[in-house]
């Protein structure tokens, strides 16, 4: 597996010679990060999430909305990194 980023705020993770098995990708609307998730969200791929979120939270946006619209599978895995999400932006207020 691979990261594959176009340093604007897009991440993915693949397998060698296959379709993208998550994009993560950040915007941000004023002072709120919107990181949207499509794909597998899976023990493979959740540190991608992690990451995402902890480069918005630091920043110490007025808000973190995670999109889970074009998440087509979500393992335990993704749900610790949800919960991770939640943590990471309760301690950074």
């Given amino acids: 597996m691979s990261l594959i980023g176009d340093g604007n705020g897009e991440q993915s993770a693949n397998n060698k010679g296959s379709a993208p098995l998550l994009s993560v990708t950040t915007v941000r609307h004023n002072d709120v990060f ?38 087509d599978f979500l393992a335990s895995a993704g749900m610790s990194a949800l919960i991770n999400a939640q943590h990471a932006a309760e301690e950074h207020g």
Avoid: C, E, K, Y
């Fill in 34 to 71: 919107v990181v949207s998730v499509t794909g597998s969200l899976d023990a493979l791929t959740a540190p991608h999430l992690d990451a995402a979120v902890h480069n918005a939270v630091a920043t110490r946006p007025g808000g973190l909305i995670v999109d889970l619209t074009d998440t």
